[in-house]
């Protein structure tokens, strides 16, 4: 069995999000891994996988435009997750 190398191992993670946070002048708190991962698990679920990525990019977007704190970032983050727990395919959807 060969390990998928696009599967990154926590310590992987911390250090891509680190090289992220250098590379464009962030700080830890502006880079919130968890709530980002669990905001792409729950689209996931709720809605379909490639929803994921595209609602997290949305959720930055919104936070940017609203600030950018960490506390817009949060805020954010939970109306999508909200949205997507209400979330039900239906004709006006689709």
């Known amino acids: 069995m060969s390990e998928n190398p696009r599967t990154l191992p926590p310590e992987a993670l911390d250090a891509w999000a680190g090289a992220l946070r250098d ?3 962030l700080a830890p708190e502006d880079v919130p891994i968890a709530l980002v991962l669990d ?3 729950d689209v996931a679920n709720e809605v379909a996988r490639p ?3 595209l609602s997290a990019f949305v959720a930055g977007l919104v936070a940017g435009r609203a600030g950018g ?3 817009s970032v949060r805020e954010t983050i939970e109306a999508v997750v ?3 727990e209400e979330w039900q395919v ?3 959807h689709a």
């Open 51 to 53: 929803a994921a990525p």
């Open 90 to 92: 239906s004709e006006s």
């Open 82 to 84: 909200d949205l997507a």
């Open 69 to 71: 704190d960490p506390a």
């Open 23 to 25: 590379r464009f002048g």
């Open 39 to 41: 905001l792409a698990r």
